[in-house]
T-cell receptor, first 112, second 114 residues
Framework: GQQLNQSPQSMFIQEGEDVSMNCTSS?????WLWYKQDPGEGPVLLIA?????ELTSNGRLTAQFGITRKDSFLNISASIPSDVGIYFC????????????FGTGTRLKVLA | DADVTQTPRNRITKTGKRIMLECSQT?????MYWYRQDPGLGLRLIYY???????NKGEISDGYSVSRQAQAKFSLSLESAIPNQTALYFC?????????????FGPGTRLTVL
């Protein structure tokens, strides 16, 4: 079945550093979603990407839809303590459906 | 007030007990989902419903059942709980009339089966 692999699984970074994480799929996606889960909360959508090569920003966050359509990247610039949490990528199980498969998550910990 | 609420937030139960987790939403969305989250495994879909008369199995439906009592309510049942169902459970909603891509999650229910 489909799998979404996220890398890295976890990371510690210094406050102020830039962060990069990625998500790869075993199949082609036509949509990529990036969510963040704060401790004790449900995931919240950060960025949605709808076509290959698309680059979209949301404040200090920038996400890209890979041109192969099998990967996506999320960058956080100048990290701050509230960036702590788990970041998930997600993509549709099949084109035109609204069932999504989620990646395994990247846990971000920021050292002040 | 939260748009997607889940009750209870925490539950400890024993093997073999029947458990119901409830989800309510005030967003007016037609689609509702149940996921479980396990460390290192991300979120996995248990069941989903695209309207009141539509119920579909997700990737890990064995041992679970659901009921869509109304557009705003979607409950998840464990008929006979077992320890490997210990997990964090999330309900989510989406709106098909606005593309349906974004899912809005509840705060989660932490279930422990002893």
């Amino acid at each position: 079945g489909q799998q979404l692999n996220q890398s890295p699984q976890s990371m510690f970074i210094q406050e102020g550093e830039d962060v990069s994480m990625n998500c790869t799929s075993s199949s082609i996606f036509n949509t990529w979603l990036w969510y963040k889960q704060d401790p004790g909360e449900g995931p919240v959508l950060l960025i949605a990407l709808y076509k290959a090569g698309e680059l979209t920003s949301n404040g200090r966050l920038t996400a890209q839809f890979g041109i192969t359509r099998k990967d996506s990247f999320l960058n956080i610039s100048a990290s701050i303590p509230s960036d702590v949490g788990i970041y998930f990528c997600a993509g549709p199980v099949a084109s035109g459906t609204y069932k999504y498969i989620f990646g395994t998550g990247t846990r971000l910990k920021v050292l002040a | 007030d939260a748009d997607v609420t889940q009750t209870p937030r925490n539950r400890i139960t024993k093997t073999g007990k029947r458990i119901m987790l409830e989800c309510s939403q005030t967003k007016g969305h037609d689609r509702m989902y149940w996921y479980r989250q396990d460390p290192g495994l991300g979120l996995r879909l248990i069941y989903y419903s695209f309207d009141v008369k539509d119920i579909n199995k997700g990737e890990i439906s064995d041992g679970y059942s659901v009921s869509r009592q109304a557009q705003a309510k979607f409950s998840l049942s464990l008929e006979s709980a077992i320890p490997n169902q210990t997990a964090l459970y999330f309900c989510a909603t989406s709106d098909s009339t606005h593309g349906g891509r974004e899912q809005f999650f509840g705060p989660g229910t932490r279930l422990t089966v002893l």
